[in-house]
Every structure is written in structure tokens, then in C-alpha cells.
């Protein structure tokens, strides 16, 4: 808090700069000369929480929680009580360009008594500009996608002719990137949860600086540093701790060169952009975190979620409001497990991933990495257009090791290369292709580099396809390389002034080689023999099976060849995953007087193509998809058919605006007989009850699922409703001053899962000024 209370000082000081500003020296302007505006808002409410009873007859544990039959279960969901914000923005201006802006954004209920989400002050003139407090920093996708910073940052403007574009400008800022998060204090990012020894996050400090030099109006040239170094011990104007604790995510520092190039070209038709950073980090606990890794990759978890699944670690319960989406996007979606079980097989692998933490929490690196090729990162893109075309084409390369601090959701050793067109074939007929091809994982270790992607175990790999040698030595890798190919066809037709139609195609294709292997299965109560292969052929010798069920005959021949494979260490190997999302959609926008009704479907099909390349063991068996799943892998296990009709119209009269949509969807599954049907009604009205002065507002949302499976032979239903509702009054006392009064609910509804099952009521009321 007394971080933050520095911004709110700094104010005070920003006049100052004003003052001393060196292009109005000479002629500083009298204090009724300057001209000022800004808004103030102040909100007040109160939320009315309430959850369910554990009715069962036994004690519920989730975490650190134990519920007893008959109580409560724990709010996690929203905080109860009172609650209040303040927001402010204050703009003062001089006749010849000075800005002094004032920003303010904060909150308070009775988890977090004075929350200061964003306080930000600043000053601008014709050739500088200071912000301090939060600020977000951007530029290059590479070295600096984003970052919130609670710091500082100047920028220097050399502009000698008073140009469009300055001829230098030199930036620098620095500040907290992350707070950190000490054992027993409130998480200030969930009600009701305190951090535990296993929850741990460092301060994270960063720096940075560039110079922009604007060689020719066509040419930009950018270079620059980005560093960052995570404190625990003894962070900045925060209160800190041991450091023998475990951190879910690794301490380290880090720092970044980049360098960017910005152009144009054919008379500012064609533009491009290069970008090339050289960076990597020092991670002090790296034996533990590689760990962490080898666990989540043990199990096939996508590599691209090791950031997400990390911060799960900190906190586990939030698996179980994971919905099925999320969870494939770390299972993959062709898991045979429902949502519960993925929820359950995550949280049994994020208390693994745990217990190897603190294992090798206090082992050194004593291999230090030298940084290498690996270390850099490398982009180009170029967009031509005219008046009906437009053409984008783009690659990046991202080495193993290659981190920077302003980009760190870049994926780490992957590869991206994609082109667009936007074409105007007709005055009635716009038609939009693109292709992506995304490559996760692209190198192994040593000297493969795969530079372009094609061929894992290579330093080039730009011919498709790797050598053999290296794919039998390689074969039982964990993480090799993810091909991930998106195409995308769309076609827009403007059939009349009031009617357009779209249609498009999409596919999503995703291949790797994993070390997945069938193994024989030779137990009766497997249920492999009622495979209809095994079934008794007319006229053929039999053999009597015991299952549980009773006797059963099957082929003697055919249990016999399969019983002569027990010998085998796998049945097949070399398994090459190959999964294919097609995605058609129609829709029509359709304009009526007053009124736009806009229809459509979207048809989605998921295909499982999987092969596994050596399994001549298993020539002449021909068992169905389910045996193949109990030997190891159950093809089209994943399959599904997703059909969703989104319909909605909108109404504009002269006093009430009102939008209302609907969209069901239905999903068949391929396995267990599961589907799954949800419908969403949405709608949103305004209506003036007094124009100027009074506006009613309506909202409302419900979204209901069904989901029914076959479990261990028997009939599972599952449902899911959520309802959101609200009602509010707009008071515009003058062109000034107005109000705002809400009330509205919104019910979790969760019968088979009742400890996510809550009800919050919620009221406020809102004044905002202007001046």
C-alpha cells in the first residue's frame, strides 16, 4: 500500500515539471490560462452470498477445506457485504500543448479494505512526457507484447523540425511487474483463500529502454534492453520472506536485446516490420522447475499450458470451475474422461507436479547454459494493399531458450509461419483466406535446431519429414514436435442493401508423434474378449470364457493368435496423432425497418485420424475402436459432432432499444453414448422512460446444460444453469451530474457439483460528475 501511496504523492510534483518544461521557459502561462476537465464517480453496494449445504452424509475435502454434513460450503466466489469505488480522471491543459493528466481507479469491500487498482499521473509536452504509477508498456509482439508496470516512464522527443515524426525519441521505464504473494496473507485475487507455504510468488521488477531513431519518413529503426529480477527476501517498499518456501513459479532474472526495423515501401502501399531480440533468463531454482516439466509432460499435458498449469499450482480448487473447453485445451480433446474426471486426473497431476517442487527445491543448476542460437528470436511480416486487395504474410522463429520479460506468454522453441488475402472480387463479394501453421516444440536438444520446423532431429529442417534413425532413437521422447495447421476460407455476399449472407469454412489441423504404445490386455475382465472379433464362427472350434456375466464361447483360433502375443513387451508403437476440427458456418444478416434479425448455424466435426505406424503384430485382427481403447488408445474415442444455431434481432425504436439472441447447440460424442445440449437467451433493452433525464435498462442472461454419458453401464445425466439478471435506472440530472441504481442476481445453479452452487443478490448505486 505504501507503494502505491507514492503515485498518489506525485501529483504534487508533476506541476513542478510543468513549470520548468524547456520549450515554455521564457513564457510560462498564468494558472487561469489553463483549461481543465475530467469526471469523478463514486460507486456503493452490497452483495448477498449465499451457497449450499453439504447434504451428503459425509465430510466434503477440497484443499485446505473440510465441510461437515449439514454446513455450509465455502464462498470463493464473491465477496459479501458492503462494497465501494472511486474513479477519477483530471485533464489540465495549456495553450501551447502542456497536458498534466490525473487518473484513479479504486475499490473497497471487506476483503481488500482499499484496493488502488490504477493511479496514474502524468505530464506532456512537445518534447517529453512522464507517467508515473500504472502504466501498460507495448511495442514488438517479440520482446514487448504487453505488461501492466506499477513504475515510471519517460519518453524523449528530438523533433529539430517540428516533424510529423520526431527525429529521436529515447524511452525508459521501469517499476513492479508482479506483487508478491507472502504465506498467510489474504490472495487479493480470490475471496477467502490465504496463501499457503505451497503458494509463494516473488516480487518481479522490471526495466527497460529504447531508442527510436526515424531515419527516412519510410524507415524506423528501434533498439533496446528489457530486464527483470524477481525479489523475496528483501522486494521493493514490500515486506518480504524467507526464501524457504516453494515458489510455483521460478525466481530468476532475465535480460533482452532487441532490435526492430519499420517501413514502407511502393509509395507507402506495401509496409513491413522486422523484429530480433537475443535474450534468455538465469533461473536460480532450475532443477526444480525442470521437474515440474517432467511431470506435466509424463502425462501428455499440452506444453503451451505449462504456464497456465503453473498457476493452477497456487491454487487447485480452481480445477473444479474449469469448464470441458478448458480442460481439453490441456487434456487434448480426444481424453475418454468426463469433465469430473479431468478435473480430478488435473488435480492428482498438480499435486505431483507439487511434491517433485519440493523434492528439488534446493538443488543447483550446476550446468549453466552459455546463451547460443537458442537464445534468439526472430520476426518478419509484410501487408500489401490497394484499393481491393490486401495481402499479409508473416513468420516468427522463437529459440529454446529465448525469453524476455515484456513478452513472457511467447511460447519458447516454436515456430509460425501464416499468410492472409482480403480480396473485393465484386462490388457484392468480399472473400477472406488465410492459412497459419504453428509448430510448438520444434527442437530437440543438442544441436537440432529446426530452424524452419519441417523435420524435427534436424539443424535446417525445411524439407517435411525427419530421418528414420533419429525417430527410433526418439521414439519414446515425451515432448516432441506439435505441427498445428489452420486454414480458413470465408466468403461475404451482399445479396441487396438490406440482406448479406456469409459462408465459411475452417479447419483445424493438429499431428505429432508421442510415445503412446498398445500393450496386450489379457484379463478376462477387461471385457476384450466380447470384442464381436472373438465372436464363435459357424462350423469353427470354440472356447469357453468366464466373465462375470457368465460363460461365454469365442473362436478358439482367434484367442488363440491373440493369446500368442503375450510374450510381447507392445502390441504397436511409433504412434503418429493426428487430429482434424472442421468448422462450416452459414449465417444471414437481414434489415428490416427498425429491426436487423441476423440467423446462422455453425456446424463443427472433430475427427481422430491416428495410426500407429509399426503395428504389424496386430496384422488380421480387426477389433472395434472400444478394444483398441482398452489396449491403449481408443480411436475416434475423441469424435463429435457440434451443431449451434445463433439467432438474434435487434430493435430500434425511437424510445427503446432492445437486443435479443438465443443460441442452442448440440453436441453428439462418439463414445459412451454421450451428447450434450445447451441453449443460451440473452437480451439486452434500454428504454427511455424520459428522454434527457430517466433510461430504464434491462438485462438478462440464461444459459442452461445437459450433458448424459453411460458410466460403468449405467445412465448419467448432469445439468448446469446460470442466470443473470438486472434492472437499472439512469438518472441525467444535467448535462453534468447523473446516477445510476442497479439491482440484479446471479444464480450458479450446480446440482451435481453443489460446492460450486451459489446465489449472489447485488445492488448499487452510481453518481458521476463532469466538469
Known sequence: MIFRGLALASIAAIPALAQSAPDTASAIPSESSWTVNGSVGAEFGFHSVVTEKNESRKTFVNGADSIRPGKKYRNYFQVPGIFGALNAFVQMESPTGQKIEF??????????????????????????????????????????????????????????????????????????????????????????????????????????????????????????????????????????TSDDVNLSNPMFSSKTFFGEVNGKVLGGRGTYNVQLGFGGADTVNVVAHRAVNAVFEEYGLDVSRFAQLRRLMNNTSQVNRMSREELELIFGDNMEMGVDDMRSELTRILKLAQEALKKHRDEKNDDPTDWTAQNLALSGSYNWKNSSTMIDAYFRFVGRNYY??????????????????????????????????????????????????????SKLGLLPGADDDWLEKHEQDASRTLYIHDFELKNTFKVRDSIEVMARYAVNYRTRSTPQRLHGNYFVSSGIYSDSWFNAQKGKPTVDVDTDDGSIQIDSARWAKYAALQ????????????????????????????????????????????????????????????????????????DYLDARYPISLTTT????????????????????????????????????????????????????????????????????????????????????????FTFGTFLNYRPDNESEDYRDIYGSVFVNYDF
Not at 522527443?157 to 508482479?178: A, C, H, I, K, T
Not at 521488477?205 to 531513431?213: N, V
Not at 520479460?405 to 457484392?428: E, H, M, P, T
Request: net charge negative; no cysteine.
Open 103 to 240: 487518473t484513479l481507479d479504486a475499490s473497497s469491500d471487506r476483503w481488500n479494505y482499499f484496493d488502488p487498482k490504477y493511479v496514474q499521473a502524468s505530464y506532456e509536452d512537445r518534447m517529453q512526457k512522464l507517467i508515473l504509477g500504472d502504466f501498460y508498456a507495448s511495442n514488438g509482439d517479440l520482446y514487448l507484447a504487453g505488461v501492466d508496470v506499477f513504475g515510471a516512464s519517460y519518453d524523449f522527443y528530438l523533433n529539430l523540425n517540428r516533424s510529423e515524426n520526431p527525429l529521436l525519441v529515447f524511452s525508459v521505464f521501469g517499476g513492479e511487474n508482479q506483487a508478491p504473494k507472502l504465506p498467510g496473507e489474504r490472495d487479493p485475487d480470490q475471496y477467502n483463500k490465504y496463501i499457503g507455504l505451497d503458494e509463494v510468488e516473488a516480487q518481479k521488477m522490471l526495466i527497460g529502454g529504447k531508442l527510436l531513431w526515424n531515419a527516412h519518413k519510410n524507415v524506423g529503426v528501434t533498439v533496446g534492453f528489457i530486464g527483470s529480477k524477481d525479489y523475496l527476501e528483501d522486494p521493493f517498499l514490500r515486506d518480504g
Open 404 to 457: 524476455s520479460a515484456g513478452s513472457s506468454d511467447l511460447l519458447q522453441n516454436s515456430r509460425q509461419l501464416g499468410a492472409k488475402l482480403d480480396q473485393q472480387i465484386k462490388d457484392f463479394w468480399k472473400l477472406n483466406f488465410g492459412y497459419e501453421l504453428n509448430i510448438e516444440n520444434a527442437s530437440g536438444h543438442g544441436d537440432a535446431y529446426n530452424v524452419f520446423g519441417f523435420a524435427e532431429g
Open 567 to 638: 510374450d510381447e513387451d507392445y502390441l504397436a508403437t511409433q504412434f503418429e496423432e493426428r487430429l482434424a476440427k472442421h468448422v462450416f458456418e452459414l449465417s444471414a444478416t437481414i434489415k428490416f425497418p427498425k429491426n436487423v434479425l441476423k440467423v446462422g448455424g455453425v456446424w463443427t466435426y472433430r475427427t481422430d485420424m491416428s495410426k500407429f505406424n509399426q503395428d504389424d503384430l496386430l496384422n488380421g485382427f480387426d477389433f472395434s475402436d472400444e478394444t483398441y481403447g482398452i489396449l491403449g488408445y481408443y480411436f475416434h474415442g475423441g
Open 653 to 740: 425504436l425511437d424510445r427503446v432499444r432492445n437486443t435479443v439472441s438465443v443460441t442452442p447447440r448440440f453436441r453428439i460424442y462418439n463414445r459412451d453414448d454421450m451428447s450434450e445440449f445447451e441453449w443460451n437467451l440473452l437480451d439486452n433493452a434500454m428504454i427511455q422512460l424520459n428522454p434527457g433525464f430517466l433510461d430504464l435498462m434491462l438485462h438478462g442472461n440464461i444459459r442452461q446444460n445437459f450433458m448424459s454419458r453411460k458410466e460403468d453401464g449405467k445412465d448419467v445425466h448432469e445439468m448446469e444453469m446460470d442466470v443473470d439478471l438486472s434492472a437499472g435506472l439512469k438518472f441525467q440530472f444535467t448535462e453534468r451530474l447523473g446516477t445510476e
